[in-house]
């Protein structure tokens, strides 16, 4: 948004929901490095809806869950700005041209296929980064004796048990569309938005990672 303004009318209708929301639960708000100008509001409360840099979730089984966006342990992200921003960059120009490939074939029946995640896969360097990033978050909820961590920020959907603690990775809503869920009973599955995905339309939860990381095992949550 510092460069360009972009608002379309189903912005303020998320706003509208998120606000319907934290009149009747509490909504905790987690920047992350793409929208950090926030951060310096840590812990101001508008509308209802609190702004954290990190939180601290017990689920409905008792668990606790550090909650975060994970761009802290990101090392291109923290010390080597120029990188991050070409790779920022590169990724744009992927999004983009999956768009124009996915266009083909939705013609053809096919489901959505991203581009961006199909090349990380491919890429030894960034499954290897995966691996790594998911070991430092995993260290940080072990070593603060808490029972496991949910982030974003790498943009791969992830549940599972890394250093016997539950690591869970949202995924995002640009190329996998994906968001994690607790039931009533406190278990957390992943959900895939059915419309971007025919073959699993029947939105049960799954577990993806990149071929070839050091962290395979379910978490079974």
Request: aromatic share 10%.
């Amino acid at each position: 948004m510092r460069r360009s303004w972009y608002w379309p009318a189903s912005h303020n209708a998320v706003l509208r929901a998120l606000l319907e929301r934290a009149r009747r639960a509490d909504v905790v708000y987690v920047p992350g490095n793409h929208d950090e100008a926030a951060r310096q509001f840590r812990g101001l409360c508008l509308g209802g809806i609190t702004i954290e840099t990190e939180v601290v979730h017990t689920t409905a089984d008792g668990r606790r869950l550090l909650v975060l966006h994970g761009d802290e342990f990101d090392g291109v992200v923290r010390h080597a700005q120029w990188a991050s921003k070409l790779g920022g960059w590169a990724y744009e120009r992927l999004l983009t041209l999956s768009r124009y490939v996915n266009r083909v074939r939705w013609w053809m029946d096919l489901p959505y296929w991203s581009l961006a995640a199909a090349a990380k896969k491919k890429s030894k360097r960034a499954v290897q980064y995966v691996a790594d990033f998911e070991e430092a978050l995993a260290t940080q909820a072990r070593d603060r004796g808490i029972d496991g961590v949910v982030c974003g920020h790498i943009h791969v959907p992830a549940l599972r048990r890394v250093q016997g603690v539950a690591y869970a990775n949202t995924g995002d809503w640009v190329e996998h569309c994906t968001a994690l869920v607790e039931d009533m009973d406190g278990a957390l599955a992943l959900r895939r938005w059915a419309e971007w995905s025919p073959d699993r339309a029947n939105g049960e939860p799954e577990n993806e990672h990149p071929a070839g990381s050091r962290a395979a095992e379910p978490v079974g949550c």
